[in-house]
C-alpha cells in the first residue's frame, strides 16, 4: 500500500465499519449500547492515532517533514476515515435499520436515567431545588425516549462531527510536534548506487 493519507484513510473507514457491523450482529441486544460505547471511546481512537502514527513514521523514513505537512498528512487520514464511516453508519441507522438506531438511543436515555437516579438516590438530604432539576431532568429524559426522536439528526450529525474532527485536530498536532524532529533513516531508503 502507498504512503498517503487518503489510502489509510480509506482503510481505516473500512476497519471501522467491520467493527461496527461486528457489535451490530453480535451485540444487538441488551448491552448494545455499552459495547457501542467503549468502541467509540477506547478501540477506535487507538485505531486512528496508530494509523496516524504508522502513517507519519513511514513517511519520515523518506525525508524530515515539516510540522504543517505532518499536521496535514495526520489530519487528513483520520478526516476520511472518520468521515466516510460516520456518513455511512448515519444512513444505516436512518434509513436501513431504524429499530437498531431506536434500541441504541433508548439504552443510552435509560442509562442517563439510572444514572441520574443513582445519583440523586445517594444525596442524603436533597434540597428543593436539586429536586425540582433531577425532576426536570427525568421528564426530559422520558420525553425524548417517548418521542422516539432521530439521533443521527442533521444537527446531533454536525454536533458528533464537531467533536470528532477536535479529537482528531489534537491528535494531528501531537503527532506533528513529534514527527517533525524525526531525522530520515537514509540507509534503508538510499537511492545512490552501491559502493
Not at 453480535?26 to 478501540?43: A, E, L, M
Not at 513511514?58 to 517533514?65: A, I, P, R
Amino acid at each position: 500500500m502507498k504512503n498517503k493519507p487518503t489510502h489509510y484513510g480509506l482503510l481505516l473507514a473500512a476497519t471501522t465499519l467491520i467493527l461496527f457491523f461486528a457489535v451490530y450482529f453480535y451485540f444487538i441486544g441488551f448491552n448494545y449500547y455499552i459495547i457501542s460505547i467503549q468502541v467509540n471511546f477506547f478501540v477506535l481512537p487507538a485505531l486512528y492515532t496508530l494509523a496516524s502514527i504508522l502513517l507519519l513514521y513511514k513517511l519520515t523514513n523518506y525525508e524530515k517533514l515539516s510540522f504543517l505537512t505532518c499536521l496535514q498528512y495526520s489530519f487528513t487520514t483520520m478526516f476520511i476515515g472518520g468521515t466516510l464511516s460516520f456518513l455511512f453508519i448515519a444512513l444505516f441507522f436512518n434509513y436501513i435499520d431504524q429499530d437498531a438506531q431506536q434500541l441504541l438511543q433508548n439504552q443510552g436515555l435509560n442509562k442517563m436515567l439510572e444514572n441520574l437516579t443513582s445519583e440523586y438516590a445517594s444525596i442524603e438530604h436533597p434540597t428543593e431545588e436539586i429536586t425540582l432539576k433531577y425532576k426536570e431532568y427525568v421528564n426530559n429524559i422520558q420525553t425524548r425516549i417517548i418521542e422516539k426522536e432521530s439521533f443521527f439528526t442533521f444537527k446531533n450529525s454536525c454536533i458528533i462531527l464537531s467533536v470528532l474532527y477536535f479529537f482528531y485536530f489534537i491528535i494531528s498536532v501531537l503527532l506533528s510536534i513529534f514527527f517533525r524532529t524525526r531525522k530520515p533513516n537514509a540507509t534503508i531508503y538510499s537511492h545512490s548506487p552501491a559502493q
